[in-house]
């Protein structure tokens, strides 16, 4: 939406000590007509080390928010594989990500963003405190439902269901 937003920078996050089977992402935009800062940190962890992986991309995070201060919201998401086998809620309830104070988690425990059999919120979306005061509504499309699918053709599209996070930036 080049009419809404325009686009500052990105760039994949460097990994010098190899953290990451997918290094994390991030894109900064400014909001046209409010001229309003955000930047969206995007990741795929790898289930194998979701704990270890999810640690560091607080380290990220925090490092992030520190540099960009109170000129930016900062919009954690991706399919973090925080839930079920790969994140216990034991390691949920220690991890840093999850317990800190500047983050609120859209995408909670108690959502299935899987098209599987399972019940899991592997994928989030944790949002900064300004953005939290933009944030309208977020929720996982089950697109199986509006559109009549069968289990089978919803597997087929994906096993997970997006995400998503409805965000309203004020004009000044």
């Known amino acids: 939406r080049t009419d809404k937003l325009q686009f500052i920078s990105a760039e994949v996050i460097a990994d010098p000590l190899d953290l990451f089977e997918r290094p994390p992402f991030v894109a900064q935009f400014r909001h046209l007509n409010s001229a309003h800062q955000f930047s969206l940190l995007g990741t795929h962890i790898d289930p194998d080390v979701a704990p270890e992986e999810i640690d560091a991309l607080h ?13 930016d919201e900062i919009i954690v998401l991706g399919d973090f594989n925080a839930d079920c086998r790969y ?27 899987t098209t599987r059999s399972t019940d899991c919120a592997y994928d989030r979306i ?19 439902e509006v ?13 997970h ?6 965000l309203e930036i004020e004009s000044h």
């Open 126 to 144: 944790l949002t900064t405190s300004g953005a939290t005061e933009m944030t309208v509504d977020a929720g996982v499309f089950r697109y199986d």
């Open 59 to 71: 380290e990220i995070f925090t490092t992030l928010n520190r540099e960009r201060g109170d000129s």
């Open 147 to 159: 559109f009549g699918y069968d289990e089978a053709l919803t597997i087929s599209v994906s096993d």
């Open 87 to 113: 994140l216990n809620a034991t390691e949920r309830e220690t991890s840093a990500l999850f317990i800190d104070a500047h983050l609120t988690s859209w995408i909670t425990d108690e959502l299935d963003t």
């Open 161 to 166: 269901y997006p995400v998503w996070i409805t």
